[in-house]
Structures are given as structure tokens and as C-alpha cells.
């Protein structure tokens, strides 16, 4: 049960940096009037680039870990301790959030070269990491 706790807690505080870090403070994603553009998404990724693709690449280490807990049937169900811990909680919140980043990541033609590929190596690792996630959770 402790791994659960663990990893809940890492993503518990890694989600709402992240978010910040790419998408703009959470209280601008439930309100509309303080919501970033496009524009303003893309600058703070590109800004952030370095640590969004250390904590996304961290993020995703972290799930392989998950997967294969889930998959171990000894000595209790992995499947309800990480529900109990609420880790798949975590997982909707973390699935939200790269869907949010990669919605937000692009800024047609404007952006130079290396912006560019920050910007789709960013949005490749959210996918990546989005895909692992929905498959860890049909575990669940």
C-alpha cells in the first residue's frame, strides 16, 4: 500500500507544478476570464522546457512502475490499494492535464526552429505519456 501512497503524493505535487509550468496557473482552468492563450501556453513551455521534459520523462518512469505493480497479483490486489491510495485519481488528473498541453502547444507559423521542437517534443512526450496512462488505468 505504501507505493500507492507514494506515487499518488508524487503526482499529487508534480500535476499542479506541471501545470503552471505550461498551461498557466489552475485557477485559470476553471475560469475562462483568466485562462492563457495559445500564445501564452506555448511561451511558458518553451520557457520551461528543460524541466517540463526532466519531470514528464520522470513522470513516465513513474508509470512503468505503476504498470507493472498493477499487473503483480501478490501478496493483495494491486488494483484496489491503488484505488484506496486514489492513484487513479491521479492518473484522470494527470490525462487532463497532457490533453490540456497538447491542446495548447502550438503556435502556427510563428515560432522559430528550436521553439518548434521544444514545443512538439513537450507535446510527444504528453502524448506518449497520456497513452501510458489510459493503458494503466484499463488495468484498473
Known amino acids: 500500500m505504501e507505493i500507492w501512497i507514494w506515487l499518488t503524493k ?8 506541471l501545470t503552471t ?12 476570464d483568466k485562462g492563457v492563450t495559445t500564445q501564452e501556453s506555448t511561451a511558458l513551455i518553451t ?9 514528464l520523462q520522470l513522470l513516465i518512469k513513474l508509470m512503468h512502475i505503476a504498470r507493472n505493480l498493477l499487473v503483480v497479483s501478490e501478496p493483495e490486489v494491486p488494483q484496489d490499494l491503488s484505488t484506496a491510495a486514489q492513484f ?8 487532463i492535464l497532457c490533453i490540456n498541453i497538447t491542446g495548447k502547444a502550438y503556435d502556427g507559423d510563428i515560432l522559430d526552429e528550436a521553439a518548434r521542437s521544444k514545443l512538439t517534443e513537450i507535446s ?8 501510458r496512462l489510459v493503458l494503466t488505468s484499463q488495468l484498473d
Open 88 to 95: 487513479d485519481q491521479m492518473l484522470y488528473q494527470a490525462v
Open 10 to 17: 508524487c503526482f499529487a505535487a508534480a500535476i499542479p507544478s
Open 21 to 32: 509550468r505550461s498551461i498557466g496557473p489552475l485557477s485559470s482552468l476553471n475560469d475562462p
Open 47 to 55: 520557457k520551461n522546457y528543460p524541466s517540463l521534459k526532466e519531470d
Open 124 to 131: 510527444e512526450l504528453c502524448t506518449s505519456r497520456t497513452r
